[in-house]
């Protein structure tokens, strides 16, 4: 098994990574999505 | 060109943060001219300043300056290209002076870079006329507002009123700041100069200044309109013209510089303190083992890593520059080949060599006397390929320090490249450790592993100082 | 402009399932390899994620590469947004190259580092440069200068990698052997095959789907500073 807890810190720092980076970029869209939208409506109308 | 102008300024486009600033704009500045430009705050005055001294890129149009033969040159247009200009006068809103500079050296340096021979007698003669003579030998950093406005004002209108041939100055809200006797001889200097030919371009808001043209243009809605302005204002005596003696810029970029560091070495202190301390730490860390058991490699690589740091640090000349729009000021006088000028002026020169030696001195200690005479015969070859390095790495750092916000990024992060000139350089001493130098262009011998560590350090540089100004 | 913000985010989703059902694949159902010929034999096993870090990485710098040229030729509006999104993916897959490597290369190789190895050291500068930029795009005001300025970076980030090459090549040249990195497709098994081509189909749906966000989050934000433009024109009322 030499070797395996190489890899599976390296799936473990990856994972988080990229978990996280995607996270907050989809909460960020989604935020500024909700924000904005609204007063693109209005502004429309 | 239209024979009589100074400058003509053709349908240019300038873009600003996110807007567009000024379109289609276009004037054109007479012999024995004064215009005025005025406009509300943020309209786009400052930035006809700053396109008519060549110091911004054009969207459209160009610019153009005739030269003391009487020739015309394009000094920027939109295709990127960019050429020096003539000698004039320049003013900037913000003072364009660094805090370290003397008042008289102040005077001295605009005159030289404008290629006006002076003497002592001269300068002290015209601070006196300006009320600074008793300032002379301060700092401009230890000046009122006022007197460093009064200063400021100075150097752009003395290359201009001490010239024959008629040149241009440019003044950004030269009266902010003066009190009135200086607006009073400010005013009088500038009909003085018109008289003699020369022209003057203000941008201001003070309606005295406005009163001193022969035509306002206001800019508004990113275009100009014209006005007659009222010319008056009393024309005082000038001082005498000086000689000629050619335009120095480089050469006065370099005086300037080492005066700035001489009076204030935060430049070499920078360079050296972590550089010695590397040095301490490795002789305490290192100092109980003999590296040269560890291999050749590990004492080059201890003993050139203090001139490395030394290479890599932030230079002082970019935080020089980017006070009160200095950099601005030395970049239109200096033209297209400023950036350059600064990362080789602004570099750590005289470090390298004698820290790479006391390196060796402190932590070779244990190595045979042959081999150390053989080293320190040859030390100087990766040394001073360590200035090209250093060329390298501050060309890198103004490139970081072109942003607006400069200390919110990390330019070291564009430094790692130098990694491996470091690292041929280090093999290039091991080379020497081993056997001894050899002066042969064999590819595995330390001349040429020097050569390429320079060639790497090289081709950063081009790449660092032509794509920014292109 | 809805419809494609939801593919963005259905298809990011979608390529990190994928990507963590490679990773589960990779430790469960992808063979071993033979001990005699590997120092650190599931330490290979990093390869799953590796190599399409390394695609996708590979993708971004193309795109940073192809905005700043766009800007710096024609300021180009696309070309700031490629560089956008190229910087801020090429710093998510470039860390994931650099991180994953060094980590193998040290229980394979036992050196976590080469500085003769053209992939890994250019892989990490233009990491740093993207590290640069990302800093940057987030401190500087937007406009012309910074733009400017930042394009001319990216660029000149770009021709590094040719001058990296020739570095990293001389300093092979002279320290030949240090580590042999292996060509990731190299005699490959059909279930490692499969598995590295799951792996990248996810890290490219990653890739497209994250274009998609990064691209709406830059515009959306863009349109809310052209409002807060116009309601400084406007002034005290």
New interface residues.
């Given amino acids: 098994?030499?070797?395996?807890y190489?890899?599976v810190?390296?799936?473990a720092?990856?994972?988080v990574?990229?978990?996280v980076?995607?996270y907050l970029?989809?909460t960020?869209?989604a935020k500024?999505?909700s924000?904005?939208e609204p007063?693109?409506r209005i502004e429309e109308e | 060109m239209e024979p009589g102008n100074l400058v003509e300024v053709s349908g240019i486009e300038v873009h600003r943060g996110r807007s567009m600033v000024l379109h289609e704009a276009s004037l054109s500045l007479g012999k024995g001219e004064v215009i005025a430009l005025i406009g509300e705050n943020g309209s786009g005055k400052s930035t006809l300043i700053e396109a008519i001294s060549g110091i911004i890129p054009l969207r459209s149009g160009d610019v153009q300056w005739r030269l003391e033969n009487d020739s015309n040159r394009t000094v920027r247009d939109s295709q990127g290209r960019r050429r020096p200009l003539p000698p004039m006068g320049l003013t900037l809103q913000k003072d364009g002076m660094c805090g370290e500079e003397t008042v008289i050296e102040r005077i001295a340096t605009a005159l030289s870079v404008s290629g006006l021979s002076h003497d002592e007698s001269i300068l002290t003669r015209l601070l006196e006329e300006w009320g600074l003579s008793h300032r002379s030998k301060s700092r401009v950093a230890h000046l009122s507002s006022g007197l460093r406005r009064r200063l400021s004002v100075l150097s752009g209108i003395a290359p201009v009123a001490l010239s024959r041939p008629p040149r241009v100055s440019i003044l950004d809200e030269p009266s902010e700041g003066l009190d009135t006797a200086s607006k009073n001889l400010l005013g009088g200097w500038i009909r003085a100069m018109a008289r003699n030919g020369h022209g003057v371009i203000i941008a201001t808001h003070d309606k005295e200044v406005i009163q001193w043209a022969d035509r306002v243009l206001e800019v508004c809605d990113s275009s100009l309109k014209e006005s007659p302005g009222e010319s008056s204002g009393p024309e005082l005596n000038l001082p005498k013209p000086l000689e000629m003696a050619g335009q120095t810029p480089i050469a006065s970029l370099m005086k300037w510089t080492i005066s700035m560091e001489m009076r204030n070495p935060v430049d070499t202190v920078g360079r050296a303190v972590p550089a010695i301390v590397a040095i301490l730490l490795a002789y305490a860390l290192v100092g109980s083992i003999d590296p040269i058991d560890h291999g050749s490699n590990l004492l080059a690589a201890l003993v050139l890593a203090p001139p490395f740091i030394s290479a890599v640090t932030s230079p002082a000349i970019s935080r020089r520059l980017s006070e009160e729009d200095c950099g601005r000021w030395w970049n239109a006088n200096v033209g297209p080949i400023s950036r350059p000028a600064f990362s080789i002026i602004g570099s750590s020169v005289i470090i390298p060599i004698p820290m790479a030696y006391f390196s060796w001195i402190v932590l070779a200690g244990s190595v045979d006397s042959q081999v150390s005479i053989e080293v320190l015969k040859w030390l100087w070859l990766p040394a001073i390929c360590m200035i090209d390095l250093a060329i390298a790495a501050t060309s890198l750092h103004l490139l970081a320090s072109d942003l607006s916000r400069p200390g919110a990024v990390s330019a070291s992060l564009l430094l790692i490249v130098l990694v491996w000139p470091f690292l041929e350089l280090t093999e290039a001493l091991s080379m020497i450790i081993d056997n001894g130098m050899q002066i042969t262009l064999q590819f595995n011998g330390p001349l040429v592993t020097c050569f390429f560590a320079s060639l790497i350090s090289a081709l950063v540089w081009i790449s660092a100082v032509l794509f920014p100004d292109t | 402009m809805d419809v494609i913000k939801k593919i963005g985010v259905n298809l990011t989703l979608l390529g990190l399932l994928g990507a963590y059902f490679t990773a589960i694949l990779g430790f469960f159902w992808a063979p071993s390899v033979d001990p005699d010929q590997w120092n650190a034999p599931e330490a290979y096993r990093i390869v799953y994620w590796h190599v399409p870090f390394a695609w996708t990485s590979f993708l971004a710098f193309c795109l940073l590469f192809i905005g700043s040229a766009s800007w710096y030729v024609s300021r180009s509006e696309t070309g700031w947004r490629l560089i956008n999104v190229g910087s801020e993916l090429g710093l998510l897959f470039g860390a994931g190259v650099i991180i994953s490597g060094p980590i193998w290369g040290s229980v394979e190789w036992g050196v976590p580092w080469d500085w003769g190895d053209v992939r890994l050291n250019t892989y990490a500068l233009l990491t740093a440069l993207a590290i640069f930029l990302v800093m940057a795009l987030r401190s500087q005001p937007d406009g012309e200068g910074t733009r400017d300025t930042l394009a001319a970076i990216g660029l000149f980030g770009f021709v590094l990698v040719p001058i990296t090459a020739i570095a990293t090549t001389l300093w092979r040249d002279r320290h030949p052997g240090l580590v042999i990195v292996d060509s990731e497709d190299s005699g490959i098994d059909p279930e490692i095959r499969l598995i590295l081509m799951l792996g990248t189909i996810s890290f490219m749906a990653i890739f497209i789907g994250l274009t998609i966000v990064i691209d709406s989050i830059h515009r959306i934000k863009s349109e809310i500073e052209q409002q807060n433009i116009s309601k400084d024109r406007v002034g005290l009322t």
Avoid: D
């Avoid at chain 1, 098994?1 to 395996?4: H, L, N, Q, V, Y």
């Fill in positions: 098994m030499t070797g395996i190489a890899a810190s390296t799936y720092i990856l994972s990574m990229i978990g980076y995607i970029k989809l960020s869209l500024l999505t924000e904005f007063i693109k």
